[in-house]
């Protein structure tokens, strides 16, 4: 299947939502034909690079869709990328080149609990599936966040316990996030289980819901949607050469 065109999106607001988390409105004329139902679908933002180069493509999660709108969210750190600081400068009326939307990632509902976990790139993702899911749906969402002002109000069903982790700096051994999960009791019946985080962490992540903690494909999915040292470039490199099945 061929991708869709790229189209040219018009920044109609921007407000943080944490101190660490920046939501952009990208709209306009542009969004004709865009198709509906795309939160939590990816886009490519399109940075350009000269005459001469391709584009530097940026890959971000559709947090809300209007009619005519929808949110992009932007983790803002201290050492930032193209994308983000764009992001932080960009004002009402600026232009960017969007590609897109590709797959949406959701979990599979068919489950008698849940489990969503995360860091900050995997929190719009996340929040969107905790809004889809059924209102008797229980089970645990693992979040992990830069700072304790980055923690923000949720939509989900009353039986998912949220568990907010401050966690500044992805560790270099283990994992912050697996190691809560160990500590959560496993509730009865099938689980289904939606994990997305840096490269390391999703890699304990996979090993913990294989092994340690068997969960089958067809209920599983884990990805990593960043690399601590690396370009997305060079992350979709690792990611392709580390695949296999989620």
């Not at 860091?119 to 749906?137: H, Y």
């Not at 982790?165 to 992805?170: A, D, F, K």
Request: aromatic share 8%; proline share 8%.
């Amino acid at each position: 299947m061929a991708r869709p065109p790229s189209r040219e999106l018009e920044v109609i607001g921007a407000a943080y939502v944490t101190p660490h988390m920046l939501r952009l409105t990208l709209g306009g004329s542009g969004m004709a034909g865009f198709p509906a139902e795309q939160e939590s679908a990816y886009v490519k933002l399109l940075f350009p690079q000269g005459e001469d180069r391709r584009p530097l493509m940026r890959t971000y999660t559709i947090r809300h869709q209007r009619a005519e709108e929808i949110d992009i969210d932007f983790v803002i750190h201290d050492h930032t990328g193209p994308a983000s600081s764009w992001a932080q400068g960009a004002r009402q009326g600026d232009r960017i080149e969007v590609a897109g939307p590709g797959s949406r990632k959701l979990i599979n509902p068919d489950a008698d609990w849940f489990l969503l976990a995360g860091d900050m790139t995997a929190l719009p993702a996340i929040s969107v599936n905790l809004e889809m899911l059924p209102e008797t749906a229980r089970g645990y969402a693992v979040l992990s966040v830069v700072d304790e002002a980055d923690i923000q109000p949720l939509e989900c069903p009353a039986g998912i316990d949220i568990h907010w982790l401050v966690n500044p700096e992805p560790q270099e051994e283990g994992s912050a996030i697996r190691e809560h999960i160990d500590t959560l009791p496993r509730l009865e019946g099938q689980p289904s289980i939606w994990c997305a985080s840096e490269f390391a962490e999703m890699r304990q992540l996979r090993q913990y819901f294989r092994r340690e903690c068997p969960v089958p494909n067809s209920h599983r999915y884990i990805s990593s949607y960043w690399k601590k040292g690396a370009s997305e470039d060079r992350h979709k490199v690792i990611k392709r050469q580390d695949a296999g099945p989620t």
